[in-house]
Nanobody, 125 residues
């Protein structure tokens, strides 16, 4: 299993970024995927998750209405569109795969067994 996150960078407050996660080594369309993030000095936290077919999504309250998670099962990709970014969004963003196939699960980190390497997002004026 490999997850490769990309798309991070430096953006001004109020700006937008789109993160990408390329998956390989498993049947992508069978697994729930998620984005987590870790800010400096803080624990890693849940951001968003999407079910295997893309029909159900969940978001952390802090990003609801600003971020959108989506996926393309034909290309084995998951995306995170981030709009109206603010300083509190500065973090390393990780994509993750659910440990079990066809699992609705929860948003707890322990349910995600495989992780990408992370991509840095910095919101700075």
């Amino acid at each position: 299993v490999q997850l490769q996150a990309s798309g991070g960078g430096v953006v001004q407050p109020g700006g937008s970024l789109r993160l990408f996660c390329a998956a390989s080594g498993f049947t992508f369309s069978n697994y729930r995927m998620a984005w987590f993030r870790q800010a400096p000095g803080k624990d890693r936290e849940f951001v968003a998750t999407i079910t295997w077919g893309g029909d159900t999504t969940r978001y952390a309250d802090s990003v609801k209405g600003r971020f959108i998670i989506s996926r393309d099962n034909a290309k084995n990709m998951v995306f995170l569109q981030m709009d109206i970014l603010n300083h509190e969004d500065t973090a390393v963003y990780y994509c993750a795969r659910d440990s079990r196939s066809f699992s609705m699960g929860t948003t707890f980190e322990r349910e995600f067994k495989y992780w990408g390497q992370g991509t840095q997002v910095t919101v700075s004026s």
